[in-house]
């Protein structure tokens, strides 16, 4: 059965960092792009970072870039995203999300990946 687990989200205060763990299982990561998205209460879902697979391109929003990193390790099959100078905007639940159809593509930080993780919560506030 295909899973993805977030985890690492937490309380920290502006200025902090977290990093953000999609562990999956089930199926061979090399094999798929993965995407993280964040919602936070009252807002859409929006796409914040992506890497693709083969070669770990990687794509971010506009309002994360220089802060946040996303990673991959296939041996692990774990994708990372290092959240750094975080902000009270980037308090939301964050989710990851994986898509084979977007195998040797630029990943995208659009709703078109077909599995998705539970969620964590992420909270930024002094």
């Known amino acids: 059965q295909l899973q993805l687990v977030e985890s690492g989200g937490g309380l920290v205060q502006p200025g902090g960092s977290l990093r953000l763990s999609c562990a999956t299982s089930g199926f061979t990561l090399d094999n798929y792009a993965v995407g993280w998205f964040r919602q936070a209460p009252g807002k859409e879902r929006e796409g914040v970072s992506c890497?693709?697979?083969?070669?770990?391109?990687?794509n971010y929003a506009d309002s994360v870039k220089g802060r946040f990193f996303v990673s991959r390790d296939n041996a692990k099959n774990t994708v990372y995203l290092q959240m750094n100078s975080l902000k009270p905007d980037d308090t939301a639940v964050y989710y990851c999300?994986?898509?084979?159809?977007?195998?040797?593509?630029?990943?995208?930080?659009?709703?078109?990946?077909?599995?998705w993780g539970q969620g964590t919560q992420v909270t930024v506030s002094s």
């Open positions: 999300a994986a898509s084979s159809a977007l195998l040797y593509k630029s990943c995208v930080l659009r709703d078109e990946y077909t599995y």
């Open positions: 890497i693709s697979s083969p070669g770990g391109r990687t």
